[in-house]
Nanobody, 133 residues
């Protein structure tokens, strides 16, 4: 059972920055991709960003592109999400997730699948990010 431990959330003013971390207990065949999602009460969990352990391809939601950066440290089994230029609408619980990126997926299919909650088997406990105006 892969465990994901997140850290780094908090309260920040609009325009500020935060860095979230997610450390996986292990990397397996079924956890070749890592993603960040966020959720606010009453809404569905939404995709934020994803990265593959190898070759380190990254994917972003349009709403965060250019402001957030996802990266990974393979030696530490850790994925980071750097949040810059924060906006009040970024306020949410942020979840780290691990899932399998199919080796046979086309680039287009990979773009679609890594944005789906159902692709990810393992989830962290969530960390709150609150952005004040």
């Amino acid at each position: 059972q892969v465990q994901l431990v997140e850290s780094g959330g908090g309260l920040m003013q609009a325009g500020g920055s935060l860095r979230l971390s997610c450390t996986a207990s292990e990397r397996t065949f079924s956890t070749s991709a890592m993603g960040w999602f966020r959720q606010v009460p009453g809404k569905e969990r939404e995709f934020v960003a994803a990265v593959t352990w190898s070759p380190g391809s990254t994917y972003y939601a349009d709403s965060v592109k250019g402001r957030f950066t996802i990266s990974r440290d393979t030696a530490e089994n850790t994925v980071y999400l750097q949040l810059n230029s924060l906006k009040p609408e970024d306020t949410a619980v942020y979840y780290c997730a691990a899932g399998r990126a199919g080796w046979s997926w086309s680039p287009m299919l990979r773009q679609v699948m890594l944005r789906q909650v159902s692709t990810y088997e393992y989830w962290g406990q969530g960390t709150q990010v609150t952005v004040s105006s």
